[in-house]
């Protein structure tokens, strides 16, 4: 490693590293965070001859492909096991579990895992659609129709939560 390439992972694990642990935090279980934040860097480290022009957009897309392939991996094991042990299966998704459900929640949980991902990119990592756009490898034009398409859907399933909700309560 060139003295060079150590300074761009330092600097880039010191300004970024809080950021994407929080990023990883809100859409994985904490016992796997400590790995998913390490196999980022390390898939970053691979392609640090990209430059990107925003670092932490181009982060936060490299953590969504390795929690996607994270997930995936889940997935097949959660299958497994339920064939082997012929038991019912428990969704173990965050916007899943009784113990969390909400209006809130049971809409996030309505959408596409992709409007998701956008509207919690916006949402709660506070990007805007050109640095959305920028890690997507898409413009901005079409970051910004996503999203309001994106707000529609969840407009629409936050109101049907919201009626579910009601009559439950009534």
Do not use: C
Not at 94 to 108: H, I, M, N, V, Y
């Amino acid at each position: 490693m060139t003295e060079r390439d150590r300074t761009w992972l330092e600097g880039a694990w010191h300004d970024h590293a809080g950021s994407v642990r929080a990023y990883l935090q809100r859409r994985a279980a904490p016992a796997d965070v400590d790995d998913l934040l390490s196999e980022v860097f390390i898939v970053a480290w691979r392609h640090r001859d990209r430059k990107p022009r925003m670092m932490l957009p181009w982060l936060y897309g490299i953590g969504r492909r390795v929690l996607s392939t994270h997930h995936r991996s889940r997935k097949r094991i959660e299958n497994l096991d339920h064939r082997l042990l012929r038991e019912p299966r428990q969704p173990r998704d965050g916007f899943q579990r009784s113990d969390e459900r909400s209006e809130l929640g049971t809409a996030l949980g309505a959408l596409s895992s992709d409007d998701r991902e956008l509207l919690m990119l916006v949402a709660w990592e506070g990007l805007q659609p050109r640095e959305i756009a920028a890690a997507e490898g898409v413009t901005s034009a079409v970051i910004r129709m996503r999203l309001s398409r994106a707000r529609k859907r969840f407009a629409v399933a936050f109101e049907a939560a919201r009626q579910r909700e009601g009559a439950r309560n009534e």
